[in-house]
């Protein structure tokens, strides 16, 4: 069972990923974005650590939403309110339960997910986020560590696909040939979760 | 590349105490960003609030005053600002005839504003949203982002910050900015990249004997890339661009805008090309401005931007207004 504290563990592993992999997200995000995905995620996540010692929730739903919302107020851009209702709404979808499974992590992070590809509009294929996110929950039944390996092939396969959500969008046909930074962060964060895990 | 800054974590909030001491007519909440007008709330009138990523100076918080903005929150550099600061600001602003989000359509300003809109209305504030969308060199269609929003914030900002002033109830405020985006197309081209302070390098590579066509307010680009063009070359292009998606049927405001390293001189002598093809293609000016209002940091290169405008629509461009960026007849 999945305790307050995993959800902990996820969180900070996430940012310590996000803050080491800082560079290379932003160089990313620099031919088909404005160069700041590494930076924008940097701050959101440190100020999540932060809250989270803060204020101490003690079940999973309440790590992750309280973590969501705090994305939601310190990232803006798209990636504040894409990753803090994905955690946000995960959190809600587990409910106020001290100790959860991995089936029922599963099926609220599909409902996370599902509540990104509402506000963002995006569908896999469109190279964005949740070209990672997909494959990652639906490989989340067999293990973390497939999650994880799902993830990271999703944001490979960005790579040939053309922008059809987000800034990237405007460059048409020459957002071809870059990996999305959005789908690159969302495999950093299943890696995180893998990490949380011990897988 | 140098910038007159200390480090680049700070630059937002030294710009916002820096403008705290340049406008005594303004409220201006470092830690929280938002600026407000200093008489706000004003009776029976409805609050006008926009905002955006920072980097576009004077929008949107140099038009914060009697005549056009309520309050304007600034985001880090080309980010959107949060939920939370809209919040507050429509909270700062509300006399409770109501508030207008003026957003400019990006993923990260849409999505923002709508939770916001979401959270000030649970907090019973009355909160309508007008998206501009003015870009010309976008495709908008299902398979992008959509037309982005450029110069038409200023003739939006402008337009319904004066209806506003007037005591014109939300609904009709809300109807005249509509009809201001809608009626309103811009062109941009980008002679040389810009710099943001957190990279320090260029966004973007844009060879020297090149200038890109369509180019965004982030230095996204646009349609395509050429080899140099004269002034009279790239007046032709933009407008042409423009009259290809506006019937121009009414007289027209014209936004000359400079993208942050351009010099006014050679601004001037853009217009002077830009009036010229405006005059062989049988476009009526009611009234032009010239200078830098929707800026990119510092990226070389200008804007245009066409209003067609009824009788109302000009007379409220003519009302009076007092900014930090636009001022005239007060």
Known sequence: MLDADFFRRWMTATAAAVEREAERLTALDSPIGDADHGSNLQRGFTAVTAILEKEAPDTPGGVLTLAGRQ???TVGGASGPLYGTLLRRTGKALGEAPEVG??????????????VMQLGGAAPGDKTMVDALVPAVDALGESFAAARAAAEEGAGATTPLQARKGRASYLGERSIGHQDPGATSSALLMAALAEAAGE | MKMLINVAETVIADALRGMAAAHPELTVDVENRVIVRRDAPVAGKVGLVSGGGSGHEPLHGGFVGPGMLSAAC?????TSPVPDQMVRAAAAVDSGAGVLFIVKNYTGDVLNFDMAQELAEDEGIRVAKVLVNDDVAVTDSLYTAGRRG???TLFVEKIAGAAAEEGRPLERVEALARQVNESSRSFGVALAPCTTPAKGSPTFELPPGELELGVGIHGEPGR????????REIADFSVDAILEDLDPRDPVLVLVNGMGATPLLELYGFNAEVQRVLGERGVPVARTLVGNYVTSLDMAGASVTLCRVDEELLRLWDAPVSTAGLRWGM
């Open chain 1, 71 to 73: 994305l939601i107020s």
């Open chain 1, 102 to 115: 991995v089936p029922e992590l599963a099926e609220a992070l599909r409902t996370g997910v599902d509540a």
């Open chain 2, 74 to 78: 600034p985001g880090e550099v080309f």
């Open chain 2, 150 to 152: 450029t110069g038409a």
């Open chain 2, 224 to 231: 395509e890339r050429r080899a140099m063009m004269t002034s």
